[in-house]
Nanobody
Framework: QVQLVESGGGLVQAGDSLRLSCAAS????????MGWFRQAPGKERDFVAAISRGGAYTDYADSVKGRFTISRDNAKNTVYLQMNNLEPEDTAVYYCAAVRLGGGTTRIASYEYEYWGQGTQVTVSS
């Protein structure tokens, strides 16, 4: 069982940056691939970024490539999402998720993830 707690959301202006954090419980964090997803009002939950369990492999949605960076610190049981040059279209609730994986791979489909956090709101004003 893994419990995930997101933090770092807030209200910012277009062009600003935010860093989201997701703290995981348990002693097996390094065996989980991690992902970030987001859900805007009235829309489906969309993939944002994913990282392999060791951190060497990452995937991004086209809409965030070059602006967002996913990273992890397995010693701190934490995954991060650095978001730069934010746009109003990035406004959503952001969720982190975990899935047990072999090394050297990621997952981008939400249905493949086993554990989810409660989400953190990111609002970008124009």
């Amino acid at each position: 069982q893994v419990q995930l707690v997101e933090s770092g959301g807030g209200l910012v202006q277009a062009g600003d940056s935010l860093r989201l954090s997701c703290a995981a419980s348990g002693r097996t964090f390094s065996t989980y691939g991690m992902g970030w997803f987001r859900q805007a009002p009235g829309k489906e939950r969309d993939f944002v970024a994913a990282i392999s369990r060791g951190g060497a492999y990452t995937d991004y949605a086209d809409s965030v490539k070059g602006r967002f960076t996913i990273s992890r610190d397995n010693a701190k049981n934490t995954v991060y999402l650095q978001m730069n040059n934010l746009e109003p279209e990035d406004t959503a609730v952001y969720y982190c998720a975990a899935v047990r994986l072999g090394g050297g791979t990621t997952r981008i489909a939400s249905y493949e993830y086993e554990y989810w956090g409660q989400g953190t709101q990111v609002t970008v004003s124009s």
